[in-house]
């Protein structure tokens, strides 16, 4: 197929994913089967159809079977989280609450959001969360940190473990003093006996 009959291309010839999944969507008149699980990717701006039939707009998080967790954006800025997220106008979505929504609840794609957003959006959720973000768990900073931890850990053992044999090393020295004092005091006692006995014999 060439680029002027595929529709993920623009008419000057470039890849436009955003307009091909809105074509999509189109084609399908907004109704989604099972089958079309595999066309949801992460970063995702959507309409969905609420339970209760109030439409809202949900940014997909991360996709799974037959479902993706999600926020959902609202116009004003949440107290706290708060992250901006440009879909048809500016909107906001707190970061700390994180939901989920089923595919067939969603009616109309809107766009994809870029790499880098959707890096600063996993960002603001693992704050939000408090979790470590993926990178933070394999930066060489955090290797690093984890050598020199390892490293400290094993001098305090080395440490204490030099501790334990200056104190053995001191008790020994305490006890041999102790032998040494008490042989010098029988040795005085002994020296003093064989005087007196030396000057009884010899007048």
Known sequence: MSKDNDIRYNGSGYYDETAYKAMKNMDRGGAHKMSDINNYTTGEIWEMEATNGITKEVVLVQCFGNYAAALTLTDNEPKQNALAVKSL??????????????????????????????????????????????????????????????????????????????????????????????????????KNLYERILDKVIP
Not at 123 to 147: C, F, G, N, Y
Not at 163 to 190: F, G, H, P, V
Request: aromatic share 6%.
């Open 89 to 190: 106008s500016l909107k906001y979505v707190d970061c700390g609450r994180l939901g989920y929504c089923f595919y067939d609840k969603l009616t109309n794609y809107i766009r994809t959001l870029s790499d880098s957003d959707i890096a600063e959006l996993k960002r603001s959720i693992a704050d939000a969360l408090e979790l470590p973000m993926p990178e933070m768990l394999e930066s060489p900073q955090l290797e690093k940190q984890v050598e020199t931890d390892s490293a400290l850990k094993a001098a305090i053992l080395d440490s204490e473990a030099t501790q334990k044999k200056c104190e053995d090393l001191r008790e020994r020295l305490t006890n041999a003093e102790y032998k040494a004092s008490s042989m010098a005091r029988e040795r005085d006692i002994y």
